[in-house]
C-alpha cells in the first residue's frame, strides 16, 4: 500500500488516497473483489453489476462510440462515392474509353482511372497515417479527430479502444467497421438518388460524404478525452474525471486508473525514452511490439486480398461490365451495400463471443468460394436472367461472410495489439498498411481486368483469400476479451513457437475433432495466463539489447 500512497502524493490524488488502496487491490486481482477488506457494499454492489451485465455503461462511453461511428461513416460514405462516380467522371475528363479494348486510349484510361480512385488512399498511407502519432501527441484524441477526417482511420478505433471495458471491447470498437458499412450503404443511395442530374452527378456524388462530417467535428468535443491519452501527459486528475465519465462508480474509476498507471511504469522500463522516429523503429526491433506488427500487418494486408474493395470501389462498374444498365448497376451495388451492413450487426456478439481469429479463419474459405462462384458466373450467356442474378447472388453472399469477420476484426486488433507506448505509431502503420495496399489495388484492379477478364480477376482474388487464410493460420494471435494489458503475456510467445503450435498441435487437433469426429479430443493450451507466458533465453536477451539501445 505504500506504493499507492507515493503514486497518490507523486500525482497530485491525496484526497482520494483510500479509494486508490482498494482500486490497487481490486486491479491485483479483478474477479474477487468481494474478498477485500474494507470495501463497502456500495462499492461491491457496482462491481457485481460489472460482472453480470457487460452492456449496462455510462451514457458517456455510449456516446463516444456513437461519435467514433459517425467517424466511421464518413469513410464508408466517401468510399462510395468514387464507386458511383466511376460510371461518369471519366467521360467528363476524357478518360472514358477503359471498357472499349478498340481504342487506342484503352490501357491509358484503365491505368488513370484507377490512380483518381487511389488517390486518396495514397494520401493518406504516405502523409495521413504518419502524422497521426505528433497530432495525437500535441492534440490528444479529440483533437486529432476534430482537426481532419484524413487521421480518423488512424485515431478513431483507438480513441474507443482505450475507453471501452475490457469486455465489450471488441463489439464497440468493431462498431468502426459496422458503421463504415452504414455509410457505404448511405453513400449508395446518395450515388442512386443524384445519379439523373446530369454532368454534375459525380461531383454531387463525391461531395455528399461531407454530410456525415459534420455531426462529427460537433459531437467529438462532448466526448470525454481518453484517459490513458491524459495519464501519457501526466495530467492524472483529468484522467481520473475522464473514467469518472466513463464508469458507474468511482471506485471503477480508481481501479482503472491505477491500473493503467502500473502498466505504463511497465511500459516506460521496456522502452525507455524515445521519439517518433524510434518508436516506428522499434514496431520492429522490439520483439513483443514486433509480433503485434506482424500480426496487425497480416489482418490489415488480409482485407485487401479478401477483394471486399474491388466491389466497394468498382461494384457499379463490375455490374454494368455484366450486362447491366447505369441505374441497374447502382440498385446492385445499393444490394450489396445493404447485405454489408445488415451482416455488420452480428459481430456485436460474435467478436466477443467466438473470436477475432475464428471468426476470421471460418469467413475466408467462405469468402474464398463465392468469389469463385460470381467470377464463374460471368460464363452464363447474357441474354440469360439468371447471369446478372447469381453474380449479384454470389456477390452478396460474399458480402455476408465479409461483414462480420474480416470487416470488423482489423481495426478492433490493431487498436487493441500494440502497448500504450507504441499504440499510435503502430496502429498509424497498420492502417497506413491497409491503405497503401487499397490504393494499389483500385490501380490495378482495372488492368487485372483487362488481363485476366471477369472470371478470371475474381478467380485470382479467391485465391488470395486462401493464401491470406494460412498467413492469419501462422501469424495472428487470439486476443478476445483480454484487457490490453494482458496482451503483453500473448505477444510473450515467440512467433516460431506460435507457428510450432499451429502446425503441430492445433491443426492436428481440429483435424481429428471436427473431421474424424473424435468428440474425446482436447486441445492443450498455448497460453497459461495464471502463471504467465514465459518467454524463452533467445527473446528475453533479445529485449534486453533492445533496452541497452
Not at 488512424?154 to 470498437?173: Q, S
Not at 466526448?223 to 474525471?241: F, G, I, L, T, V
Not at 444498365?325 to 456478439?349: C, H, M, Q, T, Y
Not at 474480416?406 to 505509431?425: K, N
Request: net charge neutral; glycine share 8%; hydrophobic share 45%.
Amino acid at each position: 500500500m505504500q506504493d499507492v500512497e507515493e503514486f497518490a502524493k507523486e500525482k497530485g490524488l491525496e484526497d482520494m488516497t483510500d479509494t486508490l488502496k482498494i482500486g490497487a487491490l481490486i486491479a491485483q486481482n479483478l474477479t474477487k473483489w468481494a474478498e477485500i477488506q474494507g470495501i463497502l457494499p456500495e462499492e461491491s454492489e457496482y462491481l457485481q453489476q460489472e460482472h453480470d451485465h457487460k452492456w449496462r455503461h455510462p451514457l458517456a462511453l455510449y456516446f463516444t462510440i456513437v461519435v467514433c461511428s459517425i467517424g466511421a461513416a464518413v469513410q464508408g460514405w466517401d468510399q462510395t462515392g468514387s464507386n458511383g462516380a466511376n460510371l461518369s467522371f471519366p467521360r467528363e475528363f476524357g478518360i472514358g474509353h477503359g471498357e472499349d479494348p478498340g481504342h487506342p486510349n484503352y490501357k491509358r484510361d484503365s491505368w488513370l482511372v484507377g490512380l483518381v480512385n487511389a488517390g486518396p488512399y495514397i494520401g493518406s498511407a504516405f502523409i495521413g497515417c504518419w502524422l497521426s502519432d505528433p497530432f495525437n501527441f500535441y492534440l490528444g484524441r479529440r483533437g486529432t479527430i476534430f482537426l481532419s477526417a484524413v487521421f480518423c482511420g488512424a485515431t478513431v478505433p483507438i480513441f474507443a479502444a482505450e475507453n471501452a471495458p475490457a469486455r465489450i471491447r471488441g463489439a464497440l470498437v468493431m462498431s468502426w467497421q459496422m458503421w463504415t458499412a452504414f455509410g457505404l450503404f448511405l453513400g449508395f443511395c446518395a450515388n442512386l438518388a443524384v445519379y439523373q442530374v446530369g454532368d454534375i452527378a459525380w461531383r454531387l456524388q463525391i461531395g455528399s460524404a461531407f454530410i456525415p462530417a459534420v455531426p462529427l467535428l460537433l459531437g467529438i468535443y462532448f466526448c470525454p478525452e481518453s484517459p490513458r491519452w491524459y495519464m501519457k501527459k501526466n495530467r492524472y486528475r483529468e484522467a481520473y474525471n475522464s473514467l469518472l465519465r466513463l464508469r458507474f462508480h468511482l471506485i471503477q474509476a480508481a481501479r482503472d486508473l491505477y491500473y493503467i498507471h502500473s502498466q505504463l511504469q511497465v511500459e516506460a522500463a521496456i522502452v525507455g525514452k524515445s521519439n517518433y522516429l524510434s518508436r516506428f523503429g522499434q514496431l520492429f526491433t522490439i520483439p513483443r511490439v514486433r509480433r503485434s506488427t506482424l500480426a496487425s500487418f497480416t489482418v490489415m494486408i488480409a482485407q485487401q486480398m479478401c477483394g471486399i474493395n474491388i466491389i466497394a470501389f468498382y461494384s457499379s462498374s463490375v455490374f454494368r461490365q455484366a450486362g447491366a444498365s447505369e441505374r441497374d448497376a447502382l440498385i446492385a451495388s445499393f444490394g450489396f451495400g445493404l447485405v454489408n451492413f445488415v451482416f455488420a450487426w452480428p459481430a456485436i456478439w460474435t467478436i466477443d463471443t467466438y473470436g477475432r481469429r475464428s471468426l476470421l479463419l471460418f469467413t475466408f474459405p467462405q469468402m474464398a468460394w463465392t468469389l469463385l462462384a460470381a467470377g464463374f458466373c460471368f460464363y452464363i450467356p447474357e441474354t440469360n436472367k439468371a447471369h446478372i442474378g447469381l453474380i449479384a447472388l454470389f456477390i452478396y453472399v460474399f458480402a455476408a461472410f465479409y461483414s462480420p469477420g474480416e470487416g470488423p476484426v482489423p481495426f478492433t486488433y490493431s487498436a487493441e495489439c500494440f502497448p500504450l507506448s507504441h499504440r499510435e505509431v503502430g496502429m498509424g502503420c497498420a492502417v497506413a498498411t491497409c491503405l497503401f495496399w487499397a490504393a494499389i489495388l483500385s490501380i490495378s484492379f482495372p488492368a487485372i481486368l483487362q488481363k485476366f477478364g471477369s472470371t478470371g480477376a475474381f478467380g485470382f482474388y479467391a485465391g488470395l483469400n486462401v493464401c491470406a487464410f494460412v498467413m492469419i493460420l501462422l501469424f495472428v494471435p487470439e486476443t478476445k476479451q483480454r484487457t490490453l494489458e494482458e496482451l503483453d503475456y500473448i505477444f510473450a510467445v515467440p512467433t516460431s513457437k506460435f507457428i510450432s503450435y499451429q502446425l503441430r498441435t492445433a491443426v492436428p487437433w481440429w483435424i481429428r475433432r471436427h473431421i474424424l469426429r473424435k468428440k474425446g479430443e482436447v486441445l492443450p493450451p498455448l497460453y497459461h495466463f495464471e502463471k504467465g507466458v514465459e518467454v524463452n533465453e533467445n527473446e528475453a536477451e533479445s529485449t534486453s539489447e533492445v533496452k541497452k539501445e
